[in-house]
């Protein structure tokens, strides 16, 4: 492995593993509710980490660049999420998000389970509950994640 694939490597779990800690730091310490595309731009980066780890444990340099490129791919995915999450918030085209179900309602008498969707926090995807310089959560995930997977790709094809 050269240099440039050991960063890749590294920059490809490192990435969204941060990413990840401070979407689930603003949730669970600084009390942002995620809203349903904040989920949709995290789903990408769980797999993302898992193909970054991968990349350190496979054998053979083709399969380690291999599952590095994957890792890229994903945290790309997430950022164009983001974009798509942001532009949403900034209300340059409308969101796409439907009704969601609760899940766990078999069992459970009607009265709780008014009580437990009357006690959800309502937390709309147009609407950013935070920012910085005017950029959203959704915008700087994009732009961490496709900035990151362009210096990953870059890092890899230096390799070659």
């Known amino acids: ?6 960063r890749a490597r590294l920059i490809a779990l490192l990435l969204p593993l ?3 800690a401070g979407a689930w730091g603003s949730q669970l310490i600084g009390g942002l509710a995620p809203c349903e595309m904040c989920h949709w731009q995290r789903w990408p980066h769980y797999a993302a980490v898992v193909c970054a780890a991968f990349a350190f444990i496979v ?3 083709s399969s380690k660049v291999t599952m590095t490129a994957v890792a ?3 945290i790309a995915l997430s950022g164009l999420i983001g974009v798509f999450h942001a532009g949403v918030e900034y209300h340059w085209w409308p969101g796409i998000t439907a009704c969601s179900t609760m ?3 078999e069992g459970v008498s009607t009265d709780e389970m008014l009580r437990r969707i009357l006690a959800a926090p309502v937390v709309r995807c147009d609407a950013a509950q935070w920012t910085l310089f005017g950029v959203s959560l959704a915008g700087y995930n ?3 994640s496709l900035g990151g997977a362009a210096v990953i790709g870059v ?6």
Not at 155 to 160: D, Q, S, V
Request: aromatic share 0%; charged share 10%; hydrophobic share 50%.
């Open 142 to 144: 994009a732009i961490l």
């Open 18 to 20: 941060l990413l990840l």
């Open 103 to 105: 899940a766990g309602g």
């Open 1 to 6: 492995m050269t240099q440039s694939q050991t």
């Open 59 to 61: 054998p053979g340099r």
């Open 72 to 74: 890229a791919l994903l």
């Open 155 to 160: 890092l890899i094809g230096k390799a070659r």
